[in-house]
Nanobody, 124 residues
Framework: QVQVVESGGGLVQPGGSLTLSCGASGDFRRIHDIQWHRQFPGKQRELVARISRSGSKQYVDSMEGRLTISRDNAKNLGYLQMTRVKAEDTAVYYC??????????????????WGQGTRVTVSS
């Protein structure tokens, strides 16, 4: 069973920085696309950044310039660094990873797995 886990959330002051991490455990071959989403109370999750296995990056316009997405393929980890955080960045941040797994009936295929989310609170 593959699991995706985020960490690194918490309370941060406005203008501060923090780095979220995303890791996977279980039986899989490799991680392809890594996405970071955020969810405000009562709202749907929205994509904030994504990175391909080769390192191609995409950012949502509203947060571009304050986010840096990265990954370490050898460690099967993804990261989202947030800088100059604002109160409106307060949300639960989720990692959604495209993971290559082996299925006896069909061989290797990829699926997206969500983590449980990590809460980021920006407040003084």
């Amino acid at each position: 069973q593959v699991q995706v886990v985020e960490s690194g959330g918490g309370l941060v002051q406005p203008g501060g920085s923090l780095t979220l991490s995303c890791g996977a455990s279980g039986d899989f071959r490799r991680i392809h696309d890594i996405q970071w989403h955020r969810q405000f109370p009562g709202k749907q999750r929205e994509l904030v950044a994504r990175i391909s296995r080769s390192g191609s990056k995409q950012y949502v316009d509203s947060m571009e310039g304050r986010l840096t997405i990265s990954r370490d393929n050898a460690k099967n980890l993804g990261y989202l660094q947030m800088t100059r955080v604002k109160a409106e960045d307060t949300a639960v941040y989720y990692c959604n990873a495209e993971i290559e797994i082996f299925e006896p009936a069909s061989g290797y295929s990829t699926r997206y797995y969500w983590g449980q989310g990590t809460r980021v609170t920006v407040s003084s």
